[in-house]
């Protein structure tokens, strides 16, 4: 697969799915996985609501590394392929807030969900805005070995 080819392939399964599985680990060590559904910004931060004493939102306020793996769980044994993803993970910035929730909110509205806002992740509100900023991307190549790609 040509560096072209993993990169289309990685944008059309980001671009397709709806969630993600995020992987964190508290503070000993003990890992967690969580599906959020997400938005992302250029491929690059991907962005999901969450309750700060969720798990995973507690995972990530320990320990800000975090694994992100998007595939399509219905395909057929042997045809799924997935993008899997090393970050850095985090609440968003108050500075960031305003521009990545309206990255989130496009996403929700573009597929029948509600328009969000800044107060709805700040302040009083339940939720927070998470933000995971990738440092890699991979998929996998036909001999199933995961190859890094470029797609933002």
């Known amino acids: 697969m040509n560096p072209d080819e993993a990169a289309r392939l990685a944008r059309t399964i ?9 992987a ?11 599906p959020v559904w997400f938005a992302h910004d250029r491929y690059v931060r991907y962005v999901w609501v969450s309750r700060p004493e969720a798990r995973h939102s507690r995972n990530v306020a320990d320990r800000g590394n975090v694994g992100i793996v998007i595939f399509d769980s219905t395909v057929p044994i042997g045809t799924g392929q997935g ?3 090393e970050a850095t993970a985090t609440v968003a910035d108050a500075a960031d807030v305003g521009d990545l929730i309206a990255v989130f909110s496009a996403r929700s ?3 029948g969900g509600h328009r969000w806002h800044a107060p709805d992740v700040e302040g009083e509100s339940t939720f927070r805005l998470y933000v995971a900023t990738a440092r ?3 998929v996998l190549a036909p001999d199933d070995r995961r ?5 933002g």
């Open 109 to 111: 509205e573009s597929t």
């Open 136 to 138: 890699a991307h991979y």
């Open 24 to 34: 964190t680990a508290d503070a000993a060590g003990d890992p967690w996985a969580s």
């Open 14 to 22: 980001v671009d397709a799915n709806a969630y993600m599985t995020l």
């Open 147 to 151: 190859i890094p790609v470029e797609i």
């Open 83 to 85: 993008v899997y993803i």
